[in-house]
Nanobody, 126 residues
Framework: QVHLMESGGGLVQPGGSLRPSCAASGFAVSDVAMGWYRQAPGKERELVATITKGGTTYYVDSVKGRFTISRDNAENTLYLQMNSLEPSDTGVYYC????????????????????WGPGTQVTVSS
């Protein structure tokens, strides 16, 4: 059975770093496309970053140069290294398993999402 579980969120001061992880079971993270989403209070869930089966990554403009998505195939885990955190990065962070990453002029999306984790809270505040 496919299962995702995030961990590694927390409270951090502006400018700090966090590295949420997403442990997967029931499938291999190396065999699918995956992504990180976040949902701020009162806002819709938004895509943050994706990684294709081949390892190609995509980031929304607001996190480019600060966040890095990666995976550890041996641990079957997805990561999101977040540096230079800002209060606007506050939210619940979710990992997702999808069929593919599709890119158009407006950016990229994770298509065919088949599983979500329950999320991990990230709060950036002084």
């Amino acid at each position: 059975q496919v299962h995702l579980m995030e961990s590694g969120g927390g409270l951090v001061q502006p400018g700090g770093s966090l590295r949420p992880s997403c442990a997967a079971s029931g499938f291999a993270v190396s065999d699918v496309a995956m992504g990180w989403y976040r949902q701020a209070p009162g806002k819709e869930r938004e895509l943050v970053a994706t990684i294709t089966k081949g390892g190609t990554t995509y980031y929304v403009d607001s996190v480019k140069g600060r966040f890095t998505i990666s995976r550890d195939n041996a641990e079957n885990t997805l990561y999101l290294q977040m540096n230079s955190l800002e209060p606007s990065d506050t939210g619940v962070y979710y990992c997702a398993r999808g069929e593919r990453v599709g890119c158009e002029g407006y950016g990229c999306l994770l298509w065919g999402i088949t599983a979500w984790g329950p999320g991990t809270q990230v709060t950036v505040s002084s």
